[in-house]
């Protein structure tokens, strides 16, 4: 018993600790964005490396979940004869939920994993190491441009994601199904609100990215520099960033109501 | 635990050959002069400074002064060769960058490169890679100049370059140089003070009187060869600057 208090408080304590380390490398890439220079160039590369190489993968994603949407939520709103709110539905579930929170599980995959895997090669083979001997700070010139990438990006790939959702859906229920193209988007229009679905659609992708940021950059700096350590922390960025995202989907999702 | 009770002074100016064996913490030395590592207990001192407790930005004016050659060369892969080199500089001067590729261009020449700056480091073979990375660690022309094996995967020809070169930045320079290798011929020849580190702790003094040691250690890692090279080496130095080459028939 007292070996199993004994190992939830040392869990706990690492647990705290961890966290202390991930908010203490969060404020060094604050503090690196606030100080001169600006990276712009490296910070450019990052989002084409995150942003626009993820555009392809987001764009496809979409289209195929409006796809099932479209074909899952007309056959089920016909049992009601409602399949005149598909446009209404697709719209606020896609904008509110799926949207952000699909897209930031895809960015995770293809774009977190990918640079921590970048960080965590450049730990394994010293160029951090050679970057600090340069008196050149590591997170300045690798973790924030990559991190700012990520929560720029973000919201950017989730509004692609949504309207190629849409444009799905549309596709199944208007162009198969045979719905009104006009009741469709006039549904969509009139339930979608630019304030509170969007605005919330928006604060969740930008959360997503900035968190997602924060853990794939903070995993490639922190994992052990071998081949072994570089892909348990590129796992543990896909697992780690794909519970927290849904967690905080959660959060502001509650919060937002209030 | 690597070091137990180590205490060495490396001189200014001089150039100090760090030998042991695999595993002795000649690596772990180096990166602990670097502030790159800390030690569990005692103090690091670079040029009167205590590295223990320095935050990253007070031990980055600390290593302005500092070059680092690292094992694999530690080179940013997504740069070019001129990028690379040029890092430092960008990072810590003013220079412009026609004036910076031109700085690039005259370091590269010093170790043996001509026209490679547009390339990636995937892109060179070993020993360009080595010595890619030995141009960036002087390109800031540093006081102190650390080397990792600077002689490992080079062929005769370059190893003869680099350690012309490393005794030349010290000659001129007055550079202080601290060199790890296993290729013992060259290191021998530049070599001011040798410390050899066993079980933790080190023997240090001249080549001469490492040649001249009764320890154990230090017979058992020279060998009697090494001692004897050891005992040419200082017979030639009394001879004057001008056995130099000779020494490479040694």
């Known amino acids: ?258 | 635990m690597v070091f137990k009770g180590l205490e060495c002074h490396l001189r200014k100016g001089e150039i100090h050959l760090l030998l042991g064996g695999s595993g002795s913490g000649k690596s772990t030395l180096l990166r602990m002069i670097g502030g790159l590592q800390q030690p569990d207990s005692g103090e690091v001192r670079v040029a009167g400074r205590l590295l223990s407790g320095l935050r990253e930005h007070e031990l980055g004016e600390i290593r302005k002064g500092i070059g680092m050659l690292f094992q694999n060369g530690a080179l940013l892969d997504s740069m070019s060769v001129l990028e690379n080199v040029g890092l430092p500089l960008r990072e810590h001067t003013k220079l412009t960058k026609p004036e910076i590729a031109e700085r690039v261009k005259q370091v590269l020449h010093s170790v043996g490169l001509e026209d490679v700056e547009p390339l990636l480091p995937r892109e060179l073979s070993g020993g360009m890679l080595r010595r890619v990375a030995f141009a960036r660690a002087i390109v800031m022309e540093p006081q102190i100049l650390l080397c990792d094996e600077p002689f490992s995967g080079l062929d005769p020809l370059n190893v003869s370059r680099i350690e012309d070169l490393l005794t030349r930045l010290n000659e001129e320079l007055g550079l202080t140089i601290v060199v790890t290798s296993h290729h013992m011929a060259s290191s021998l020849r530049m070599a001011d003070q040798m410390i050899l580190l066993r079980d933790g702790a080190c023997i240090a003094g001249t080549p001469e009187e490492l040649a001249a040691s009764d320890d154990e250690g230090v017979i058992g890692f020279l060998g009697e060869d090494g001692r004897a090279f050891l005992a040419l080496l200082h017979e030639m130095r009394d001879r004057g600057p001008g056995s130099a080459a000779s020494e490479d028939r040694v």
Not at chain 1, 194 to 206: E, P
Request: include cysteine.
């Open chain 1, 1 to 258: 018993m007292i070996g199993l208090i004994r190992s939830l408080g040392a869990q706990a304590t690492a647990l705290i600790a961890g966290l202390g380390r991930v908010a203490n490398f969060g404020g060094s890439i604050v503090i690196a964005l606030l100080k001169p220079p600006t990276r712009f160039g490296f910070f450019i590369r990052a989002l084409y490396d995150a942003g626009v190489l993820s555009v392809a993968l987001i764009c496809l994603s979409g289209f195929t979940v409006g796809m099932v949407l479209g074909l899952q939520l007309y056959t089920t709103l016909t049992r009601f004869g409602a399949e005149e709110g598909l446009g209404a539905v697709v719209g606020l579930s896609l904008v509110r939920e799926l949207g952000p929170v699909v897209a930031g599980l895809l960015v995770t995959g293809r774009a977190g994993s990918a640079i921590t895997a970048e960080i965590g090669s450049m730990k394994s083979t010293e160029q951090l190491d050679g970057l600090r001997m340069m008196a050149i700070d590591p997170v300045h010139f690798v973790a924030m441009p990559r991190a700012l990438a990520l929560t720029i990006a973000m919201p950017l790939l989730n509004g692609l994601f949504i309207v190629f959702a849409i444009a799905g859906a549309y596709g199944i229920g208007v162009s198969v199904q045979g719905l009104d193209g006009g009741v469709y988007l006039s549904g969509l229009e009139s339930a979608v609100r630019f304030g509170d679905d969007v605005g919330q659609s928006l604060l969740k992708s930008l959360v997503f990215g900035l968190l997602l940021g924060l853990i794939a950059t903070y995993k490639g700096h922190s994992c052990s520099p071998d081949a072994q350590g570089v892909a348990r922390a590129t796992t543990s960025t896909v697992v780690t960033a794909s519970v927290v995202i849904l967690l905080s989907d959660y959060v502001i999702t509650a919060l937002w109501d209030v």
